[in-house]
């Protein structure tokens, strides 16, 4: 943001502020200052006024003027500028001026004809180009007076300051915005600008020609008004000069004008040409619809025009050659536009960068402030009145603790100070009593949004250096939130998974859709699917782990490794597209590595080496019979993973097909719900004095009967002395036919007393007479 002395000057009175100080409280209240740069006019240039202008009798490219610059008699000066025809005051290098780099002005002859003096352009003056030619002087820099030195006009000889700004400071992307901050911290009055119509002028009602129409509720303010011009618009000294000092000086006048308004006082403006806005009966029509996402869309005979705050068509843009002037000013909260933007890949205009950030919502200040300036100084008149759609904008409220922000700032602050402070930037005050009060946030403070964003405010009005040093301290609330469980549960599950022997593997959350299909895998709805995937391998999301673990298997297989044990805790996704986290382990080739104690001949891995070690990782759990079906899976070393009675993933070996397409050797896989194995929380209990006595229990039974339909009929009996029971041995033979020896070890313990050999006598015969009745088995 770049910013002149004088144009501050035009909200502040900061004449008795040095440009030092004004620097210093700029990078204090957070602003800092990139750049400061200060244009001294040489002396002996003064206003000078054009008497006549004749052609030089010996050049056609030069002319001979006469030139009143104050003296007895007017001055002779010969000019080359083909723009002197039309000037009437012009800046005037008298003989003995020092225009720098030893360019000291002469008596001189040119052609034969005597000059006196030099009519200047702004570069010849060290000021930026503000036109071709020399530079014509107006009143918009002040009342000009012929002989005086032009390095008493302060908006010419003037200093230039760039500010660099944050991100979410939209409101500072103007020299009033700035202003207003200063004037805070410099403890002056901003200086009101009001708008004062020419009562003699007759104008016409601006809605006799023009109508507006917004259909329901919309979130974007807009105000509309309309000028006539009278001839091609030619800009002032004064924006021209300032414009070049921002480095933003356009060909275009009316160009110029908008743009000097907006960095003046934040307010956006565009300019259409009202002719192409006219219906059949020539009124101007226009209808205001609300998007979606916030923004607000203007069209005009069905044509869109513009969607406010981010581009509008080109065709309808008014020049500085249009003879009516359609203007708009408009206001969008940022964040509607950023999002719309983001999410429609909208084109942007000059305009977007303030607006996104922004930009201020007092509509009427920025159209009376532009009124005012072409009146003065162009030839455009405006219409009687204004047109205006009002959005609803719902002002957040903030409650202010003078306790707590004293504590956020580390010192004492008066009420009455904050309120003070608060106020003169814009902030309504409500409900003041008892050290608290209501904040109501302006609207083009769209970051303020806590106690703490307040007390930057008072932070940055009272100044950081003026803040006493005291000793940080910690006032720290309870963090533990379900998401550091989570992250704290990840971590505990990664230490344990490379403890024991897997090596973490991190893939993109993309699949093949062939392979998908290939080994049945789940699949997303086809509305559903990518539209722009990022290569042809990786063209929809994954619906399992299983096959990225496969392909990192395969690399590291064909890379010569013969023992690849890989985990991955990542994102999968349903048909819905809806994502959840898994945890994923893989183990292919060897058990373990090769040493003496193997004589280098370790074993393959196998069902139950692989089942072990995923249990080390996840703790207990148990197994059922695989009710997941795909191409991935062994249909007989195969299980699902149940924790609390719950399927909650399977384990399995990898089928021979997809291990002979992959190339790799004997493998194992498992994938289990993350949010499974998220800690929870378990109630103490108590623990008995008394010893726990073991017990086995073989049973013969029909083979076909799983383990997990015997331990959930055990489970019913809900015995108290059964503390545990897990399956220890299964046995079959020719002998035993159809049938099976099943071996269950029960441990047995009462919270009140040495077991007997009776009570535990009753305890087993209970369980033998339910497995009888449920399973038919019998004691072997």
């Known amino acids: 943001m770049i910013i002149t002395r004088s144009w501050i000057r035009d909200f502040l009175d900061i004449d008795n502020v040095s440009n030092d100080k004004l620097v210093s409280t700029l990078n204090s209240i957070g602003h800092e200052v990139d750049f400061m740069t200060e244009y001294k006019i040489p002396s002996k240039v003064v206003v000078g006024e054009i008497l006549s202008v004749n052609k030089h009798p010996n050049a056609d490219k030069l002319n001979v003027c006469m030139v009143n610059v104050g003296l007895n008699e007017p001055v002779q000066i010969v000019c080359g500028a083909s723009n002197v025809v039309y000037a009437q005051y012009v800046a005037v290098a008298m003989v003995g001026a020092d225009l720098g780099n030893g360019f000291v002005i002469k008596e001189a002859q040119l052609r034969g004809v005597d000059s006196h003096g030099m009519i200047c352009s702004s570069k010849e003056l060290g000021l930026p180009e503000v036109c071709d030619g020399i530079m014509i002087l107006d009143s918009s820099i002040d009342k ?18 760039g500010v660099e700004l944050t991100p979410n400071r939209g409101d ?36 006799r020609l023009a109508q507006i129409k917004a259909s329901g509720v919309v979130h974007t303010s807009l105000k509309y008004a309309l000028a006539n011009t009278s001839e091609d618009l030619i800009a002032p000294l004064l924006i021209a000069l300032r414009m070049a000092f921002v480095e933003n000086l356009l060909d275009d006048a009316l160009d110029n004008a908008i743009n000097y308004t907006v960095h ?28 979606t996402n916030g923004v607000s869309s203007v069209y005009s005979n069905g044509h869109l025009v513009s969607k406010v705050g981010i581009n509008f068509n080109e065709k309808y843009k008014a020049k500085y ?31 977007y960068y303030n607006a996104s950030r922004g930009s201020e919502v007092h509509l009427k200040f920025g159209i009376d402030f532009f009124k005012t300036l072409i009146e003065k100084y162009m030839s455009i008149m405006f219409h009687d009145g204004y047109l205006s759609v009002q959005s609803y904008y719902e002002h957040d409220h903030i409650g202010v603790d003078i306790k707590e922000l004293s504590s956020i700032l580390g010192m004492e602050v008066e009420i009455t100070s904050v309120i003070s402070m608060l106020t003169n930037l814009g902030f ?9 009060f209501g904040v109501t946030v ?114 590291n297989v064909n890379y010569g490794q ?43 891995i196998d069902f139950n080496s692989f089942l072990m070690q995923v249990s080390k990782v996840l703790g207990e759990f148990s197994l059922a019979p695989i009710s997941a079906k795909n191409g991935l899976i062994h249909p007989y070393l195969s299980a699902d993973i149940l924790k609390e009675g719950k399927v909650v ?12 397409d992959f190339g790799i050797p004997a493998t194992f896989f498992a994938q289990i719900d993350f949010n499974s194995m998220l800690p929870i929380h378990i109630n103490a209990k108590e623990i008995s004095n008394f010893q726990a006595v073991h017990k086995d229990l073989s049973i013969v039974m029909d083979k076909n009967i799983g383990y997990a339909e015997v331990e959930k009929s055990i489970k019913t009996l809900n015995n108290p002395l059964i503390k545990t029971f897990r399956a220890i041995d299964v046995y079959e033979d020719e002998v035993l036919g159809d049938k099976k020896s099943l071996t269950i070890r029960f441990s047995l313990q009462s919270m009140e007393k040495t077991l007997l050999d009776i009570d535990i006598e009753s305890v087993m015969n209970e369980i033998l007479v339910k497995v009888e009745k449920d399973f038919g088995a019998n004691l072997r």
């Open 442 to 555: 302006p609207g083009f403070r769209h970051d303020i949004t806590s106690v703490q964003d307040i007390a930057e405010e008072v932070m940055r009005m009272i100044g950081i250096d003026n803040i006493p040093n005291t000793p940080l301290k910690f006032f720290e609330q309870n963090r533990v939130t379900d998401a550091t469980m989570k992250y704290k549960a990840k971590k505990e599950l990664r230490i344990k998974a490379v403890a024991n022997g897997f090596y973490e593997t991190i893939s993109y959350a993309f699949n093949d859709k062939k392979l998908l299909a290939k080994y049945n895998l789940p699949m997303l709805k086809e509305e559903l699917e990518l539209t722009n995937p990022i290569t042809d391998e990786l063209n929809t999301v994954r619906t399992s782990v299983i096959l990225n673990l496969l392909n990192a298997v395969k690399r």
């Open 172 to 207: 500072c992307l103007s020299v009033h915005g700035l202003a207003r901050d200063l004037a805070v911290a410099l403890n002056l009055p901003l200086l009101k600008f009001e708008y004062k119509e020419e009562p003699a002028r007759e104008r016409v009602g601006l809605a």
């Open 264 to 291: 003046c006082t934040g307010v956006l403006i565009r300019a259409y040409d009202s002719a192409m806005l006219k219906n059949e009966d020539n009124i101007i029509m226009l209808s205001i619809e609300e998007g």
């Open 562 to 604: 013969k023992r690849v044990p890989l985990f991955e805790i990542g994102t999968i996704f349903n048909a819905s597209r809806e994502e959840r986290e898994v945890i994923s382990f893989i183990w292919s080739g060897q058990f373990e590595s090769e040493t003496v104690l193997n004589k280098a001949k370790p074993s393959s």
């Open 428 to 436: 309504k005050i409500q409900n003041s009593n008892s050290g608290k």
């Open 321 to 351: 050659t249009t003879n009516q002037i359609f203007f708009e000013v408009g206001y969008t909260d940022p964040k509607f536009i950023s999002q719309a933007v983001m999410e429609e890949k909208l084109a942007t205009d000059k305009f």
């Open 144 to 161: 000009l007076i012929v002989g005086k030195e032009l390095t008493q006009y302060p908006k010419i000889a003037d200093t230039v300051i």
């Open 649 to 660: 993933g399977f384990i399995s070996a990898l089928h021979p097909t997809p291990r002979d």
